[in-house]
């Protein structure tokens, strides 16, 4: 059984409050710390140095809301390893994500692959296709009754997130779509099988072998398509 029952990742900085959902979060503290009594890994990753272990981006009340419920939570300040990431997910039982603004956040997709649910703010701008039955669930934000009964849920089923987010989003399928995405612009991506994003080169070369990897297009290596991913992502909000 995991140590902890939720992890929620957030920034001591505006852009906490405005993509993170901190203010939320400490809002919604009566409920996951209190009716719930829950405990809870927070860490809080920016700044990385000159560290005041204090969430001076909230109000002085708010802050306050905080320390009501300090045995229930425990707090890790900077940033941290890809080993450190990995254990604070793996000893939570769900992922807790107030969030706002985050475009498909990468936290969401790392949490499905450690086989923890999720529970998700409802109007978040992206990520909301990672939430199904099979993964999680959404609540209203500012609306306690909506997120105890998402806790509910979440809290009692059982979830094999990866094994949804591999038939899904795995690295197969989606680099496949991303030819498709790009195929009515850019017709010479037609010879490419995969296209993948420039930090996942080495993925790629382990998948495909030498024989296939002149299939295989980074995109970064291309001004031209990121453009144009940058103007397809740019249309869709105006």
């Known amino acids: 059984k995991p140590k902890y029952d939720f ?13 993170k959902g901190l203010r939320l979060f400490v809002e919604m503290l009566p409920v996951l710390c209190g009716k719930f ?23 002085s009340d708010e802050r306050k809301k905080i320390s009501k419920y300090s045995n229930n939570i425990d707090f890790i300040w900077g940033w941290q390893s890809q080993e450190k990431l990995a254990e604070i997910m793996a000893t939570s039982r769900f992922g807790f994500f107030p969030n706002e603004m985050d475009c498909s956040p990468r936290i969401i997709a790392e949490c499905l692959l450690r086989d923890r649910p999720i529970v998700v703010n409802s109007k978040i701008w992206g990520g909301w296709h990672y939430v199904c039955d099979d993964t999680g669930d959404f609540f209203e934000p500012h609306n306690k009754d909506s997120l105890s009964k998402s806790i509910d849920r979440v809290m009692s089923k059982e979830y094999k997130t990866r094994d949804w987010f591999m038939d899904n989003y795995g690295f197969e399928k989606s680099s496949r779509r991303l030819v498709e995405f790009l195929l009515p612009k850019y017709k010479h991506v037609e010879d490419f099988s995969h296209i993948y994003f420039d930090k996942y080169q080495n993925v790629i070369e382990r998948s495909c072998g030498s024989e296939e990897i002149m299939k295989v297009s980074v995109i970064t290596a291309n001004h031209n398509c990121k453009q144009y991913i940058k103007h397809c992502i740019k249309s869709v909000f105006e």
Do not use: C
């Open 7 to 19: 992890f929620y990742f957030t920034l001591n900085a505006n852009a906490g409050i405005e993509h």
């Open 37 to 59: 009594n829950l405990r809870g890994q927070v860490l809080v990753y920016f700044p990385s140095t000159g560290l005041p272990h204090k969430l001076n981006a909230l109000k």
